[in-house]
């Protein structure tokens, strides 16, 4: 892993649109980054299958260079925002399901967009602040 933990909140995940009682983790590594977000009760089984609906449709719109969400949430100036659109297809985007959630991992051989991963996460972080919880698994 590079440098220290880092997180991202996805705010449709855990916010108004979904409703609270989930936690978003992250981590920055060498070739991107990881976005995780579990319910905060395992068994609530309506909060685990909306945190997967959302981050699947997020997933899916990254995978097309659509960043249409984070602009909206965090204003289209966000550090990152507008080369990881432009450079989309070379990041691989991959979905996965968690037990009490889901994922969504980023990665790049291009170390231009990583920097810009990086520093996408790390805006994310700062404007979330105390609602970030600090991740230590790397990609």
């Known amino acids: ?29 060498e070739n991107g980054g990881l976005q995780q977000v579990v319910a905060d009760n395992a068994s609530d089984t309506e909060q ?6 959302q981050l699947q449709d997020e ?13 909206a949430i965090h204003g289209g100036a966000m550090p990152g925002l507008a080369e990881l659109q432009q450079g989309y297809a070379q990041i691989n985007v991959v979905y996965a399901e968690l037990p009490d959630g889901a994922q969504i991992r980023y990665t790049s051989s ?12 790390n805006a994310q972080l700062s404007d979330h602040g105390g609602h970030a919880m600090e991740h230590d698994g790397a990609p």
């Open 110 to 121: 291009d170390a231009a967009l990583v920097a810009m991963l990086h520093a996408w996460f």
């Open 48 to 53: 685990i299958a909306r945190i997967r609906s």
């Open 1 to 29: 892993m590079c440098g220290s933990a880092h997180t991202l909140l996805p705010q449709a995940a855990c916010g108004a649109d979904l409703g609270f009682g989930c936690d978003a983790l992250g981590s920055v590594a």
């Open 59 to 71: 997933a899916a719109k990254f995978q097309r260079g659509n960043f249409s969400d984070p602009a």
